[in-house]
Nanobody, 112 residues
Framework: QVQLVESGGGLVQPGGSLRLSCAASGSIFSRLTMGWYRQVPGKERELVAREIGSGIIEYALSVKGRFTISRDNAKKTVYLQMNSLKPEDTAVYYC??????WGQGTQVTVSS
């Protein structure tokens, strides 16, 4: 069993930055494959960034070059650094582990 808790969401102006955090517990964190997804009302949850093994990371085309996923195994935490934010990045952002476990989500709103 893995528990995930996201934090760091909020309201930011277009062009601004936010860093989301996801703290994990209940398993050996270093063995988990981590990812970030997002969802807006009425639409399916979509990939933002995820590890796909051997240090390889996959990014959605819409965020490539602006967002960066990273992890700190000692702190059992995965991060999503989001720069140059756009209104279309507004969504609830979810942390995922091993493609199976989900956090409760954190709201990100990009608006002037």
């Amino acid at each position: 069993q893995v528990q995930l808790v996201e934090s760091g969401g909020g309201l930011v102006q277009p062009g601004g930055s936010l860093r989301l955090s996801c703290a994990a517990s209940g398993s050996i964190f270093s063995r988990l494959t981590m990812g970030w997804y997002r969802q807006v009302p009425g639409k399916e949850r979509e990939l933002v960034a995820r590890e796909i093994g051997s240090g390889i990371i996959e990014y959605a085309l819409s965020v490539k070059g602006r967002f960066t996923i990273s992890r700190d195994n000692a702190k059992k935490t995965v991060y999503l650094q989001m720069n140059s934010l756009k209104p279309e990045d507004t969504a609830v952002y979810y942390c995922n582990a091993d493609g199976y476990y989900w956090g409760q989500g954190t709201q990100v709103t990009v608006s002037s």
